[in-house]
């Protein structure tokens, strides 16, 4: 039980290291403090053999050469914001584009490829890691210096907490979220998942892969998540216009969603016998299922990462929130806090 630190690579004469947390079951969380990766997560199966339930990598270099997002911190504001524009305050703002004529997880170098301060953390629950990062005014082109504080813990209940604390001291805008891709099996593809969301609608999108704006029912589409279902009969019986590059890509909007930390998505694995419990504090869930891998990426476990090889459940607000003004909102003004908590609970069937 504990926690243990090692050297993972150097970037511009900096240090970048690996913490692995260790609960006592047995369980280990290791965290890179480059872009706050989730570099693994080895929780028991249903014959009690630990199984690595996230993609990744051996090597810093591979991460920094990544751009797939793997396990890593999205910000300052998760998924597209349409041309990368906004208004604040009667002010428009340019954040830089990096997807077609979209803003991205934060742009070119958003928070997934910086390196955070790292402090070891004992609490009740179980060893955790806390990372910060100051983002400077006009970073990516988001207003106000930006103090953001993750904090990462293995509960010894084999539960994945995930902190988030932010704030300005300008008004800006702020969306935070993790990107890790769960394959539950550590096998080739998460097809033969099943999952369930708590979530009656979703919100639509254009051509672009932005939000038109509306909100949309799941029900007699193949966004209906709300019963366990294998996603790959999903995806098989979709219609074209209901899949994104062959797979979905989709923001889900949590039922009942009152701020406080709330049941959002169960994923399960019938070949391991794992099951994994998704609860936020967030509107928003975006079921995102691996759909641009295509083979030239090796991972961890040396297999090559084809489509569907994983699945991510990204807590969010939504996309292009502050572009829609009925959307939850994502500002962040001085004197006041972001915070946020999603937690991963693993079990067996």
């Known amino acids: 039980m504990g926690t243990t630190k090692r050297v993972f690579g150097q970037l511009d004469g900096f240090s970048v290291d690996l913490y692995t947390l260790t609960n006592k079951q047995g369980c280990e969380l290791a965290i890179t403090n480059y872009g706050g990766i989730i570099q693994s997560l080895k929780v028991p199966d249903a014959k009690g053999t630990l ?16 751009n797939s997002y793997l396990g890593c911190l999205v910000g300052r504001h998760a998924n597209r ?8 305050e009667g002010e428009e703002y340019s954040l830089a584009v990096n997807n077609g004529t979209n803003h991205l997880h934060g742009g070119i170098r958003g928070f997934n490829k910086v390196i955070w301060h790292a402090k070891e953390l004992k609490t009740k629950n179980g ?16 207003p106000g210096n930006l103090e ?10 084999n539960e994945l907490f995930i902190d988030y604390y932010a704030e300005t001291d300008k008004t800006t805008i702020v969306n935070l979220t993790n990107h890790s891709y769960f394959n539950l099996s550590n ?17 639509p999108v254009g051509e ?3 939000p038109t704006g509306h909100l949309k029912s799941t029900s ?10 294998e996603i790959g009969k999903k995806i098989e019986k979709a219609e074209t216009s209901e899949l994104s590059n062959g797979g979905f890509d989709h923001n889900f909007i949590i039922n009942e969603y009152d701020g406080e930390i709330h049941f959002a998505a169960q994923v399960r694995s019938a070949q391991s016998g794992i099951k994994m419990d998704v609860f936020t504090t967030e509107p928003g869930l975006q079921l995102y299922t ?7 990426q090796m991972g961890k476990s040396g297999k090559m990462y084809q489509q569907f090889a994983g699945l991510c459940l990204e807590a969010q607000k939504f996309p292009d929130s502050m572009n829609h003004p009925d959307f939850p909102s994502v500002v962040l003004e001085p004197g006041d806090a972001y915070v946020q908590t999603t937690i991963y609970s693993f079990n067996t069937i």
Request: aromatic share 12%; glycine share 8%; with cysteine.
């Open 51 to 66: 199984c690595d339930v996230v993609l990744g990598f051996h090597t810093l270099e591979e991460y920094i050469a990544d």
């Open 81 to 88: 914001i349409k041309e990368g524009t906004f208004t604040l």
């Open 127 to 142: 060893p955790g890691l806390e990372l910060t990062y100051i983002s400077r005014d006009g970073e990516e082109g988001y």
């Open 148 to 157: 953001v504080r993750v904090v990462y813990i293995l509960t010894e209940a």
């Open 187 to 203: 096998t080739e593809t998460i097809l033969d998942h099943e999952v369930r969301i708590d979530s009656d609608c979703y919100t």
């Open 208 to 210: 672009e892969m932005v």
């Open 220 to 229: 007699d589409t193949s966004l209906d998540f709300s019963e366990l279902v």
């Open 290 to 296: 691996g759909n641009f891998f295509d083979g030239s």
